[in-house]
């Protein structure tokens, strides 16, 4: 079982390829996904002497993330698994950021305005995603009886949590937290493939003022 | 050959099968209108999301139409050139998959040279290198003289303002809705083209160069004086002024550069009295015009496809590397056609 997996939330633009279950080729680059990221999926597929028609399944973070990132990681995922006729897993960002540890925790990132994408992780992992403005997140947080970790995607909130062991900021998914998420994640197929989008939690910045 | 070309240079979702680079095996656009239609123009952002949530079913669509599956592909060609930045990535993305994913050759068209190329399909037996082409849209007012493919020069453009621009503006200002040309020409029908005297800024120069923000501030403050003005006058004189700028400069010039054949393309080639006024206007030069079908007016994956088929067999294929850019020189000796600060 082959899997390619795709990460374009970020300032960094990951491509992995796992061989059952197993890292088996990696290309990261600190770049955003325009230019570069299908070379990318060429070099480490090239790197384990592999083909496209030798992937049995794609996983993509689908968000929250770069908005531009998102589209281009998406339409790249979603497009080769219609080509390849293969399934899809859709990976949520904040759902790979807590894989990254192992403990219950609080992960959150920018949503710009104010506002932060945010989830409580139980200790089973599961989390609903949602946004809402950071003050509020915050508080939640600190009144949090069963605080244990927050993690951070980017460092935008970091001086609300000065001295707090339990606050991490992360610059990047960690490729191991990424293949973690994959695993416990459900795939999709067929039609679900072609209507898939990245995570738009909000909307957008123009229509959030029209709507005024 | 068959060609997929795919088109999300704006806010229209393309892809198209073309065999051959003439025959079109399928063309199938989804309009955004909708949801750029509140804001009376297009919101880079929206138009992104909704091409994300759009391309894999037009892409289907373009096959299923054309009887066709992936592994019949021979190549896969997309606008990465000229355009909304946010908008072009997506269809790069796709392109970009499906080459690699199929093991075929990617093409990357210049947006504009999909609109040159759309009345060059099929057309290779009576359109002959060299001809004057007047590409007339949203984003850009060119007269070009088509040399050979691939091969252009400029031989004229806005200083400012796109024509269709313009139009799109105006309209907004009349609150007609979008996309603004459209509505305009509807308007129009019933309306005096010679109501009102709007200006016709350089019409009377030598150059190919037009200018149309200044005839935009007069038709806008014309509105801004009258709010209870006949709106059907008020379109058809300014369309009027819209046509007598673009019609005589493009005589003009054909005339100075001893060019007989003159196309016309974009998504203001749609608009019919521009049509039938550089008919009417080549006929007394003995002039010949092309128009290209209506479907292959507004933005498409067919011209893309059209114009790759011819321009593979000149470049080759491109890499994966290719990038999207929002503004980018034209055709091999990089014609820059918009302020020099754009191409940084």
Known sequence: ?212 | MLILGIDTSCDDTGAAVVEDGHQVRSNIVASQYEAHERFGGVVPVIAAREHTANISFIIESALETARISFADLDAVAVSHHQGLMLSLVVGVSAAKSIALACDIPLIGIHHLEGHIYSNLMGRSDELHFPFLCLTVAGGHTLLLKVVSHGTYELLGHTRDDAAGEVLDKVARHLNLGYPGGAAIEKLAKDGNPHAYSFPRPLMNRPDGEFSFSGLKTAVTAAIDRDPDLNQADLCASFQQAVIDLLVSKTMRIAQKHQLRQITLAGGVALNTPLRKALQHAAQEHEYQIFTPPRDLCMDNGAMVAGAAYSLYQERGPDPLSIAALANAPLGKTGIRYRHESKYK
């Not at chain 1, 920018?110 to 932060?116: I, V, W």
């Not at chain 1, 997140?137 to 993690?151: A, G, K, N, S, W």
Request: proline residues 7%; hydrophobic residues 35%; charged residues 20%.
């Open chain 1, 1 to 212: 079982m082959q899997t390619l997996l795709l990460d374009t939330s970020g300032p960094f633009t990951t491509v992995l390829i796992t061989k059952d279950g197993t890292l088996s080729a990696s290309c990261i680059l600190r770049d955003r996904p325009a230019e570069h990221l299908h070379e990318q999926i060429q070099t480490a597929l090239d790197t384990i002497h592999s083909s496209p028609r030798d992937l049995n399944r794609i996983a993509a973070v689908v968000g929250p993330g770069s908005w531009t990132g998102l589209n281009i990681g998406v339409t790249a995922a979603k497009t080769l698994a219609q080509v390849l006729q293969i399934p899809l897993i859709p990976l949520y960002t904040l759902d790979v950021l807590a894989a990254s540890e192992g403990k219950p925790s609080w992960t959150l990132m920018n949503a710009g305005r104010s506002q932060c994408y945010y989830a409580q992780h139980s200790s089973s992992g599961s989390a609903e995603m949602a946004v809402a403005p950071i003050d509020t997140v915050t508080r939640q947080i600190h009144t949090d009886p069963d605080l244990t970790r927050i993690l951070e995607y980017g460092d935008t909130f970091k001086e609300r949590f000065p001295g707090n062991e339990m606050y991490r900021s992360m610059d990047r998914l960690p490729p191991d937290a990424l293949v973690q998420a994959m695993h416990a994640a459900p795939g999709i197929q067929g039609a679900d493939i072609k209507s898939l989008t990245p995570v738009y939690l909000q909307p957008s910045h123009v229509e959030q003022d029209a709507s005024r």
